[in-house]
Nanobody
Framework: EVQLQASGGGSVQAGGSLRLSCATSGFPFYEYAIGWFRQAPGKEREGISVINNRDGSTRYAESMKGRFTISSDNVKNTVYLQMNNLKPEDTAVYYC?????????????????????WGQGTQVTVSS
């Protein structure tokens, strides 16, 4: 059974940092791309970043470049999202999703994983 478990969310003040984790199981981690997405109340889901575990290649949504960094630990089967200089507009539920490679990373950021593999969300709240 494919499982993705997102964690690490919380409440921080503007300018603070958080590191989210997406722990996975039930599929060959090395063969998948994992992405981070978020959805704020009343807004559509938006992609943040994806990483291809086969070759380590990454993509970021243009608006997410600079403050967010995605990384992967192929031993722990876990993908991380380091978020720095957080802003109130970053408040959202953050989700991770997985898709088997080969995958077009830009497409995956924009549309989410076609596989439909999603973890439950983790809430991030940034106060001013």
């Amino acid at each position: 059974e494919v499982q993705l478990q997102a964690s690490g969310g919380g409440s921080v003040q503007a300018g603070g940092s958080l590191r989210l984790s997406c722990a996975t199981s039930g599929f060959p981690f090395y063969e998948y791309a994992i992405g981070w997405f978020r959805q704020a109340p009343g807004k559509e889901r938006e992609g943040i970043s994806v990483i291809n575990n086969r070759d380590g290649s990454t993509r970021y949504a243009e608006s997410m470049k600079g403050r967010f960094t995605i990384s992967s630990d192929n031993v722990k089967n876990t993908v991380y999202l380091q978020m720095n200089n957080l802003k109130p507009e970053d408040t959202a539920v953050y989700y991770c999703g997985a898709e088997n490679t080969p995958v077009h990373l830009e497409r995956m950021i924009n549309e989410g994983p076609w596989s439909g593999y999603w973890g439950q969300g983790t809430q991030v709240t940034v106060s001013s």
